[in-house]
Structure formats: C-alpha cells, structure tokens
C-alpha cells in the first residue's frame, strides 16, 4: 500500500472539514444552539478527538459554520442579481425566493445564516454578533431590499415567512418543502395581498 500523497491528504483534510461544518450546522437544530463538539461528533459520525482537531472549540466551529453559508448565500444573491438585469417585477421576486429555499433545504449552513440574522445573532459572542449582523445586513439584506426596491419593511415580512417556513424542514424534520407555495407566501407578504 502506498501512502498519500500532500494533495490526497489536502482532499481529505478538506472533506473532513466539510464533513465537520454540515454536523455542526444539524447538530444546531437538533440542540436548540445549545451544542457542543461532542454533539458535532456524534452527528458527524466521526471521533471526539478527530472534531477537536479541526475545531478546539464551539466558537470556532459557529464562525467557520456561518462563514461558509454567508459565501453560499451572498453567492446565490449575486447569481439571482446578474440573471434580473433591470428592474425586478414579483416574478422575478418570487423565483429568487424559490431559489433560496432550493439553497437552504440543501444546505443548513446557508439556512443557518438567515435564522440566526432572524434571532439578531443573539447565540453568538457581542464581538461576533455585531460582526455577523453587519455583514448580514451589508451583504444580503441591503442588495436584496435594493433589488427589490423596497424602502419598507416588506423584505423582512418576505424573509420572516422564507425563515418560519423552512424552519419546519429542520426543527420538525418535514421531508420537503412545498418551495412553490411557501414562496408564494413570501411574494403575498411583499405585495400584501391574501
């Protein structure tokens, strides 16, 4: 048997980390916030010690953890801003809610971001919140609500039914989610009309 080589170990190093990052982000959901690194390992299957290498401590984790699903999320933003071209109608509205909730079913990093902007950050050290909170809003919020071309309070009713509904999918462990009606939900709250 021949050993690995560097790039072999890299690919694995760095499979195990994403491997780490996604239990982490279940084991939030399935802790209330509340876990620890040995909740990391037992959702990731790995060992106490294997998580603590790559993460000594909760802290850490939750950064690396949001990091990566701020990346994805400002990345789907950015995909959704560069397909609208000019002005957008609720059409175009309504697929760019169904494109996060795509993004979000499969990816509770991504979703994490969203919900914990929703709590204010509040599980997070103050130095991280103000943080978290400043690139949510810089990143996400703000060029959404541009985009959407709204100066009121109608992204955060839009966001607020995209974060409750999807929530079901990870607190209650629905299967999936109706993307289409749930969406269209978000659209009603923006247009306020039922």
């Given amino acids: 048997m021949c050993p690995r080589t560097k790039e072999q170990n890299e690919i694995i190093r760095m499979q195990r980390r994403e491997q780490i990052l996604d239990a982490a982000a279940r084991a939030y959901f399935h802790t209330g916030g509340s876990f620890d690194i040995r909740d990391v390992a037992r959702e990731a299957e790995l060992g106490y010690g294997t998580v603590y290498h790559y993460y000594p401590n909760r802290h850490l984790l939750i950064e690396d953890v949001l990091g990566s699903g701020f990346e994805r999320c400002e990345q789907a933003l950015a995909e959704w801003a560069n397909i609208l071209g000019g002005s957008p109608d609720d059409k175009q509205l309504l697929t760019y809610c169904k494109a996060l909730l795509g993004l979000w079913q499969s990816d509770a990093r991504a979703y994490l971001v969203y919900k914990m902007a929703a709590e204010h950050y509040a ?37 607020a039914v995209l974060v409750g509904c999807c929530g079901l999918h990870y607190y209650a462990g629905t299967s999936e989610l109706d993307i289409d009606r749930i969406a269209e939900l978000a659209i009603q709250a923006i247009t306020k009309e039922y």
């Fill in 123 to 159: 599980g997070l050290p103050e130095k991280d919140r103000h943080a978290a909170k400043r690139r949510f809003m810089e990143r996400l919020y703000v060029p959404l609500q541009s985009i959407a071309q709204r100066e009121d309070d109608s992204v955060d009713h839009m966001l």
